[in-house]
Nanobody, 125 residues
């Protein structure tokens, strides 16, 4: 059973930083893409970043501010978020694709089959 668990969310002031973690189990991290998505109140869920295919992918609004990485030994994917802005406020989810198609990007949310429970990130002054 593939499982993912996010942590690291919290309250931060504009311009601040947070690092989210996604611990995965039930599969070999190196063999799969892992995506980070977020959902803000009143908005659709959107893809933020993805690692697995080369190079990693970022949505335009976070390029230069967010960095995705992974530590296979710890079965963990990280999302380092710098210079956070008010519009980054959302619940952040990590997700993994169907094992039959393990390398995906952010083109389609439907590519992701397994999801974590989410972690809240609030950017506020």
């Amino acid at each position: 059973q593939m499982q993912l668990a996010e942590s690291g969310g919290g309250l931060v002031q504009p311009g601040g930083s947070l690092t989210l973690s996604c611990v995965v189990s039930g599969f070999t991290l190196e063999d799969f893409s892992i995506g980070w998505y977020r959902k803000a109140p009143g908005k659709e869920r959107e893809g933020v970043s993805c690692i697995g295919k080369t190079p990693s992918v970022y949505r335009d609004s976070v390029k230069g501010r967010f960095t995705i990485s992974r530590d296979a030994a710890k079965s963990t994917v990280y999302l380092r978020m710098d210079n956070l802005q008010l519009e980054d406020t959302a619940v952040y989810y990590c997700a993994a694709p169907d094992p039959e198609r393990p390398l995906v990007d952010l083109t389609s949310e439907s590519d992701y089959k397994f999801w974590g429970q989410g972690t809240q990130v609030t950017v506020s002054s």
